[in-house]
């Protein structure tokens, strides 16, 4: 399977910025499609980016998307808003989302479950604190998120795409080393496959926290890490470009 490397914006970006970035992104991605591409950007710039990606092979999605499905939600966005706009993904339970916004295994469910109606992919975001990992709970805090989401999207679990970011890695410059990874990689790999009941059904498992284009290569190697799930070195395009050109080479 090809691998996947989706850049997470942030709340970064302006009209002239996406536009350079995007410029050179698209001029410098390797030929032949040998790996997968995408940016999730800020909501408000989708249309913007529909017509700059539009004949290109970047695809692009958002960082979050309500789990009701139309009505009286101000300031919400819907699936249906993010398909409209063409996007092939959505971020769901981002940590940063689990932290700031207060949203529960449940929530992140519904919402990766409302994505999936509308034809968009849910990036389920899974991962554990530095206090969970020193705790020893790091596979049981991982495992209790992704059962989360298996359960509600049932049979369309080959669907979703699954990212592993430790909370302790993002944004800290502070990578899970390859074996860190792709421990936790291997066990998600199992309950993806439990639940998919064959291997060759289950979806890519992104790394994501501080890959850049120096540990890209050594964390892409690893057998269960499909590919990633990059913040800071998404916003720079020689960082990007390096990413991606790990990512084919795999
Ligand atoms: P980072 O962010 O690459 O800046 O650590 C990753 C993420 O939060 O998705």
Redesign the pocket.
Known sequence: MKKLVVG?W?MNGSLGANRQLLESVVAGMPKGELCDAAVCVPSIYLFQIQDLLGKTDLKWGAQDVSAHEQGAYTGEISAAMLRDLGCRFT?VG???RRLYHGESDQIVAAKAQRALSCGVAPIV?VGESLAEREAGETMTVVKRQLAAVIHAVGHCVSEIVV?Y?PVW?????R?ASPEQAQEVHAVLRNQLIAACGHSSAVPRILY?????ATNATDLLAQPDIDGG??????LKAADFLSILSAASAE
């Not at 799930?229 to 998404?234: D, F, K, Q, R, T």
């Open positions: 997470n942030k971020l981002h940590s940063e975001c990212a970011e890695a993002i944004g800290t410059g990578t994501g926290g501080s890959m850049n799930l990059i913040g800071g070195a998404s």
